[in-house]
């Protein structure tokens, strides 16, 4: 959620002068210590409390990138300390796409992976992704669109047997390469629908990198929140789920107010 790709992209910005990850590209995250090292890993965080959630329908029509744009959530929603940047935001525009996938998740390379993720190329008809950045740490949120309900439920199950085959490798980002992990289980059910918690673990120019992802697919809707920290233990101002619930209900209300 994160974007796992932008994660990298923003992470190695501030280790290099540093996610989808994300944290994000562009995102101004403030350079951890120097002292941070593969051996100072970040503290393992409390789980950070879900809000109650009562079922949201299941996403239907389709909204463009730029219509999506709209549902990510606002400034206001993310603690003190954790600011959105309008460098961070990618968006597939104001068309809606036919183009097949580039990335086919079934043979798609770990680094490759994780510098697209968050990102267009998956056959989505449209994304909007977006990511608030604070000391060392981020919150990020996506939303894929898909063609049908069964596109966007593949996708999440083949960002699951990414996962599977991606325990340990090798990526390289704005020129700073680290080594990382994925894993992937089910997570908590987001507004009524099954979701999978994807964690990334790593190191990136000797500081410790940790992504704690939860995706859920609702009917042509992937929706996605993420907590990243760098040289530091994730946020837990606010639950992944609850990120990804929030998204959701918002694309809801945008199907409604625009027609589809």
């Known amino acids: 959620m994160s974007s796992v790709s932008r994660v ?5 910005a501030v280790a290099a002068v540093a996610l989808t990850g994300c944290a994000t590209k562009g995102v101004p995250y403030q350079t951890p210590s120097s002292s941070s090292s593969a051996a100072a890993a970040p503290t393992t965080a ?8 009562t079922p949201v329908p299941a996403a239907s029509g389709q909204l ?3 219509q ?3 549902v990510l959530l606002p400034q206001s929603f993310f603690p003190t300390g954790f600011t959105l ?9 104001a068309v809606l796409s036919s183009s097949p996938p580039q990335y086919d998740l079934a043979t798609v390379d770990c680094g490759t992976f994780v510098n697209h993720f968050g990102n267009t190329g998956f056959g989505e008809t449209a994304l909007a992704s977006v990511s608030a ?4 740490q981020a919150y990020d949120q996506v939303v894929y669109q898909f063609g049908t309900p069964a596109a966007a439920a593949a996708f999440v199950a083949g960002v699951t047997s990414v996962a599977g085959r991606c325990r340990s490798f090798t990526a390289t980002s704005n020129g700073a390469t680290g080594t990382f992990g994925l894993k992937a289980a089910p997570g908590p059910a987001v507004g009524g629908h ?3 918690e994807l964690t990334q673990t790593g190191v990136l120019n000797h500081s410790a990198l940790s992504i704690d992802t939860v995706m859920s697919a609702s009917g042509v809707d992937v929706f996605a929140g993420a907590a990243v920290g760098l040289a530091a233990a994730v946020p837990t101002g ?3 789920a609850t990120i990804a619930y929030n998204l959701m209900k918002r694309q809801a209300a945008a199907a409604v107010l625009g027609g589809s």
């Open 8 to 12: 990298l992209a923003g992470v190695t």
């Open 46 to 53: 409390a789980a950070a409390p879900t809000v109650s959630m």
């Open 64 to 66: 463009t990138g730029t």
């Open 68 to 70: 999506l744009e709209t």
């Open 85 to 93: 940047s309008s460098s961070s935001v990618v968006s597939s525009g």
């Open 133 to 136: 950045a604070g000391q060392s």
């Open 194 to 196: 099954p979701s999978l």
């Open 238 to 240: 606010l639950a992944p």
